[in-house]
């Protein structure tokens, strides 16, 4: 999620080092364990109502996650490193210097 998602009101209650990198391609939760958890989330009923439901069920998915969620982000993570050292830390598509 980008800062620039959040309300003003809101980011305040964010920590600015819990911010993600600017490149999302060197995230390594971003699409793996970010993934897993939205599909677990589009299953979960009933759907949470504030803000205090939705960090419980969260955090539940969360806990939930097998370490192959895991393994497979730290996998891609290292794949992705090598083509930004490929691609001499410029624009990359993944699949296509891998």
């Known amino acids: 999620m980008k800062r620039d ?10 920590d600015p080092g819990e911010w993600p990198p600017n490149s999302p391609d060197l995230n390594p939760l971003d699409y793996h364990v970010r993934g897993a958890m939205l599909e677990r989330y589009k299953t979960f009923q009933p759907k949470p109502n504030t803000i205090d439901e939705l960090k419980k069920v969260l955090q539940t998915i969360w806990d939930d996650l097998l370490q192959n969620s895991f393994n497979k982000a730290i996998l891609s993570f290292v794949k992705r490193l090598q083509a930004c050292v490929k691609a001499a830390s410029g624009h990359f598509e993944l699949g296509s210097l891998l």
């Open 5 to 14: 998602q959040i309300s003003p009101e809101n980011q305040a209650e964010v």
